[in-house]
């Protein structure tokens, strides 16, 4: 609060006082604030010039943290589309996406079953991460059904992070705290993958194949 009557276009104030907020529609508000007061302090003709840019220059990190902060708050909200659009322009700024906003918004268009976009995202992220790998082969089977296709990109996925079927079929149980850290191919990968994703597998076919791949490695 200091911070802001010295200078009122502060994004990272805005962003700590959101995080200390008591209720998700004061944190909500709080990072919108950060937002206005981010574009405020970084003015119009910034934008124009350095679009595609962003976060690379460090002057800019606040105000893509409150953006951030803003686009997670609409989709716990429910503001899903609200939170997917903010997601795309932040993916404008910065396509190098230092802040796995591609993540955030790959979740939103699987739940809104915007499949073509789900399918142009991954392939401008064609990573192998869980993320990606086992999106991919979801992706898939809800187009397509199971196909060869779609096997093999199922199989690929479980060659990807093996121990992603575990939490997705319920041998383990999900915790419910994120990882703190998360590296490719590893079980945190894994758990972080099924915290954000399970609610899409569960009762869908899918399921069954994937334990049958499983199996029969």
Not at 125 to 147: D, F, H, I, K
Request: proline share 5%; glycine share 6%.
């Amino acid at each position: 609060k200091q911070a802001l009557a010295l200078y009122p276009n502060s994004p990272d104030a805005y962003v700590i006082l959101a995080e200390e907020a008591n209720t998700l529609d004061e944190a909500n508000d709080l990072f919108f604030q950060g937002k206005i007061a981010g574009e405020m302090d970084l003015g119009e003709k910034f934008f124009q010039e350095n679009r595609g840019h962003f976060w690379g220059l460090v002057e800019t990190r606040p105000y893509m943290r409150a953006m951030q902060g803003y686009a997670e708050s609409c989709a716990e909200l429910g503001s899903k589309d609200l939170a997917a659009d903010i997601y795309r322009e932040m993916l404008d700024l910065n396509p190098n996406d230092n802040q796995g906003i591609r993540y955030s918004l790959l979740k939103i268009l699987l739940e809104t079953k915007e499949y073509d976009e789900v399918a142009e995202l991954m392939d401008e992220y064609p990573e192998p991460t869980a993320n990606m790998t086992y999106n991919r082969a979801y992706l898939s089977y809800v187009m397509e059904g199971w196909t060869e296709k779609t096997e093999k990109l199922l199989k690929k996925a479980v060659e990807q992070n093996p121990h992603v079927p575990d939490y997705i079929l319920g041998k383990k149980q999900i915790p419910g705290l994120m990882p703190e850290y998360v590296g490719m191919g590893d079980e945190n990968e894994a758990i972080d993958y099924a915290q954000n994703h399970v609610h899409l597998w569960r009762g869908m076919e899918l399921m069954r194949r994937l334990w049958e791949v499983v199996e029969g490695e």
